[in-house]
């Protein structure tokens, strides 16, 4: 969050005076109160000042970088994650090419008849199956995707902070987000969104644009 001028000039008066009331403020500044309420609401809004009744304003402590770091620290994978798409574990490797190309996404999660997560597959595995000799309507994807216990998962209550770590730490473009459903024994992983390099981008030109 970038401050203005008036804003930041509004900031060390607070860190001096406060607590301080907004008309001492506007005093200060030789502007009404009512020509500096705009300002005061923004930097309240942000978390930067406090307002406290009869009290007046003081400074919270939180830098402007430290307000946008605990929002993206507080946002969770469910608020922002997109649909999965998925292939059968029945798709042959040209199905799931096909898929890919129709859906626009470079990333397919292999699930079983009933929903369970066996498998990803990623441009480049397809890519290497397309350069062998092999016939691609004829060889099931299951033969060429990453399959479980080595997929790297994430549920829609992990902070994307912790997607965006694992994102980078085990050097891949997607995660599946997962629900494991059913007894002990018998759970089932379900993949309910997809988190991709692609999301945490956009946030990054959201936050960019002070969204
Ligand atoms: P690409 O292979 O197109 O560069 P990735 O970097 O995402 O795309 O994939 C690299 C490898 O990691 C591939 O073999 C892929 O199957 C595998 N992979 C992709 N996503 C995951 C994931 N979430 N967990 C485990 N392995 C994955």
Redesign the pocket.
């Known amino acids: 969050m970038k401050l203005t001028g008036r804003q930041e000039r509004i900031v060390e008066i607070v860190k001096d005076l406060g607590p301080i009331s907004s008309g001492r403020i506007a005093q200060k500044l030789n502007l009404t109160r009512g020509a500096l309420r705009p300002d005061l609401a923004i930097l309240t809004m942000a978390g930067i000042l406090e307002a406290r009744p009869k009290v007046g304003y003081f400074y919270s402590g939180k830098s402007p970088q430290t307000v946008v770091a605990e929002h993206i620290l507080g946002l969770r994978v469910r608020d922002l994650k997109s649909v999965p798409v998925v292939v059968s574990q029945q798709a042959t490797v040209y199905d799931s090419i096909v898929t890919m190309f129709v859906e626009d996404v470079?990333?397919l999660f292999v699930v079983a008849e009933g929903g369970n997560l066996e498998?990803?597959?990623?441009?480049?595995?397809l890519?290497k199956a397309a350069m062998g000799n092999t016939n691609l309507k004829a060889m099931p994807v299951t033969v060429i995707?990453?399959r479980r216990p080595?997929?790297?998962?994430i549920t829609a209550d992990d902070t994307v902070y912790a997607a965006a770590k694992?994102l980078i730490d085990?050097?891949?473009?997607?995660?599946?987000v997962v629900r494991v459903v059913g007894p002990g024994g018998q759970e089932k992983t379900e993949v309910v969104g997809r988190i991709t390099k692609t999301t945490i981008t956009r946030l990054f030109v959201e936050l960019g644009e002070g969204k």
């Open positions: 470079g990333t498998g990803v597959v990623s441009r480049k595995d890519l995707m990453t080595h997929i790297v998962t694992k085990n050097e891949v473009d997607a995660l599946p």
